[in-house]
């Protein structure tokens, strides 16, 4: 299984970049806990915020 494991994060490295984000503690663990209440994760939402926010904001062509 490490193999296997190995060659997801090869390949993310490979096809992702990674966007640190500073937040104070207290505001992560807030974050965290409305999204576990929620049924979802942190990255999830994050993600989805990204999706929606490129979308509102496309240049108009």
Excluded: W
């Excluded at 104070?24 to 999706?51: H, M, Q, S, W």
């Amino acid at each position: 299984m490490a193999g296997k494991y190995e060659s997801q994060q090869k390949n993310l490295r490979k096809n992702y970049v990674r966007f640190p984000l500073d937040l104070k503690p207290d505001v992560l663990e807030a974050y965290r806990a409305a999204c576990k209440a929620n049924g979802t994760t942190p990255t999830t939402e994050i993600k989805k915020f990204i999706a929606s926010y490129i979308e509102a904001n496309k240049p108009s062509e």
